[in-house]
């Protein structure tokens, strides 16, 4: 066989090589051989022996496959960090979403440090989860978390299969895909279509688990779950606030007997789990949730009714201001703009956690009086009424009031610990005295704008994702 020479000084053996291989020769064997007689004349490794290598970039079934993938929770974070960010955790974001039990939570990781293997993969999905929604919310705190970042957790919970079809829709699971929706809303906003698209797989979820799995569950998860459920539906609302509707995990003429969530310390939730810690808060945070879903519940229903009018929005209105009337002592705000008290007596007989939850609900309540208020005046406005009507300014002025004596009397950490679920809130109540100011709509005055400039102000400090924009971008 004649040799092809390269005009690029390819050796003869390898243009041998490949005129073989383009040509498909097929291999000579004689018996008892175990190497062709033309690879042997060639010098070549024999082709039966090397098969060609496919082509390509490997799919992403067989890079993620559990031959190739490291089941070791330092992927997600280096120990140290971890621990810091399920701290962080805990101490900050666990008080307005008690969906972890901390001492349970604590003993897997620990466990995992240990066995490292392919069923250690759902709960190391929510470990990456539960570092993703730490990251997005507490941007103040990142230096800490060293090279965690959004996208890396997500990737890394992607390798381990959290779309895998043939993964059973299990409470771990839901709870990771409600940790990446938060904080992919929190990263890229509440129109962020992946966020949306992360909202829906929760919803389904949450949905999925009630009507099929709630009986074969134990006490702490079928109470874990009526919590989320509630998280779920308190973003449904807020989105549908927002003007992003998203879909409905419940409709407004639905019941909840059975899906309030009681009110027990974690410690309380172990009853039946043999070999359980107690290492656990003796807080419960179930009060503020449940007076968050009865504000959610309030305004769903204002919404409810075919044909809106004066009365049903005023009525809805007395509600909601009565909706926190009833609360625990550690969860009640006493309003008194301009007055000067110490923060700490703001709240009584709470602790940082209850001080997250109470700015978490009084800014709530403020932003469902504020929406209502802004419907109000639109049916006013309907009737041809030049000026808004004197109850819906003043009541307007009532709420800008109460707001502002939120911020300026409660340190940023407390809203840190919130994510970036109220300053949407604040700023949609500054859009509308911002309309006051330019427009005249709520009987527009000097001190208006005093409130305008001191709200952008607390604005600056608050939004931390919008601190390089200009003044007048923060509303």
Same mark, same amino acid.
């Given at each position: 066989? /004649? &040799? ?5 000084? !390819?050796s003869?053996c390898c *243009? &041998?090589y ?5 040509n498909?020769?097929? *291999?000579n064997?004689?018996?008892?051989? $175990?190497? *062709?007689s ?6 070549i490794? &024999?082709?039966r022996?090397? @098969?060609?290598?496919? /082509?390509?970039?490997?799919n ?8 190739s993938?490291?089941?070791?929770i330092e992927?997600?974070?280096?120990? @140290? ?5 399920i ?20 003993d897997?990781?620990? #466990?995992?440090q240990?066995?490292c ?13 539960? *570092?993703a929604?730490?990251?997005a ?5 990142r230096?800490?978390?060293g090279?965690?970042?959004?996208d890396? =957790? ?7 299969g959290l779309?895998?079809?043939? /993964? @059973?829709? =299990?409470?771990?699971?839901v ?10 809303h ?9 966020a ?5 797989? $929760? ?17 702490m ?11 779920v ?11 992003w @509707?998203?879909?409905?995990?419940? #409709?407004?003429?639905q019941?909840?007997n ?18 359980? =810690? ?21 305004? !769903?229903?204002?919404?409810s009714?075919?044909?809106q $009018? ?11 201001q ?5 609360l625990p ?11 000067p008290?110490?923060p700490?007596?703001?709240v ?20 469902i009086?504020?929406n209502?208020l802004?419907?109000m005046?639109?049916?006013a406005?309907g ?6 009507p ?16 939120l911020p ?10 919130n994510?970036y679920?109220?300053v949407?809130k ?5 859009g ?7 427009t ?16 952008? =102000? ?5 939004d931390? /994702? &919008? ?9």
């Open positions: 066989m /004649r &040799c092809l020479s390269s005009e690029k000084g !390819q003869g *243009c &041998c490949s005129f073989i291989r383009a498909l020769l097929q *291999c064997y004689s018996a008892g051989d $175990t190497i *062709c033309v690879c042997r004349e060639l010098g490794d &024999c082709t022996i090397q @098969p060609r290598k496919k /082509r390509g970039p490997k992403r079934v067989s890079a993620t496959s559990p031959q993938m490291s089941y070791d992927m997600i974070a280096p120990l @140290p960090v971890l621990h810091q960010i701290e962080d955790w805990f101490g900050w974001i666990h008080p307005v979403a008690p969906i972890l039990h901390q001492s349970q939570f604590l897997r990781v620990a #466990q995992v240990t066995t293997s392919h069923s250690d993969a759902p709960f190391l999905i929510l470990v990456a989860s539960l *570092c929604a730490v990251v919310s507490l941007r103040r705190r230096s800490l978390y090279a965690v970042t959004v890396r =957790s997500f990737d890394i919970a992607e390798r381990l779309w895998n079809r043939h /993964r @059973p829709i =299990s409470l771990e699971w709870l990771a895909v409600y940790n990446f929706s938060s904080a992919t929190h990263e890229h906003g509440v129109g962020s279509p992946f949306h698209r992360l909202s829906a797989e $929760t919803t389904i979820g949450v949905s999925y688990l009630l009507h099929h799995n709630f009986q074969q569950m134990s006490l998860d079928q109470q874990i779950l009526k919590r989320l459920y509630w998280l539906y308190a973003c449904q609302c807020t989105c549908d606030m927002h003007g @509707p998203l879909i409905v995990l419940r #409709q407004a003429h019941g909840i059975g899906l309030i969530p009681r009110d027990i310390a974690d410690e309380d939730l172990l009853v039946g789990i043999p070999d359980a =810690s107690n290492a656990t808060t003796s807080r419960s945070y179930v009060p503020g949730l449940n007076a968050l879903s009865r504000l959610f519940l309030i305004w !769903q229903s204002s919404q009714v075919s044909i $009018t004066m009365e049903h929005l005023q009525e809805s209105m007395k509600q909601a009565q909706a926190l009337g009833e002592p550690e969860l009640k705000w006493r309003s008194r703009p301009g007055s008290i110490h700490g007596e703001r009584i007989g709470g602790d940082f956690g209850t001080a997250v939850q109470t700015v978490n609900l009084k800014v709530t309540q403020l932003h009086r504020a209502l802004e419907q005046n639109g049916i406005r009737q041809n009424l030049l000026l808004t004197t109850f819906i300014a003043d009541e307007m002025h009532r709420v800008v009031d109460e707001l502002l004596d300026y009397h409660m340190p940023n950490e407390v809203f840190d610990a994510g679920s109220v949407p604040i700023r949609d109540i500054g509308a005295l911002l309309d006051e100011v330019r005249g709509v709520f009987g527009a005055n000097q001190q208006a704008t005093l409130n305008l400039e001191r709200l952008l =102000s607390k604005l600056q400090e608050l931390v /994702r &919008c601190q390089d924009q200009p003044l007048g971008n923060y509303i």
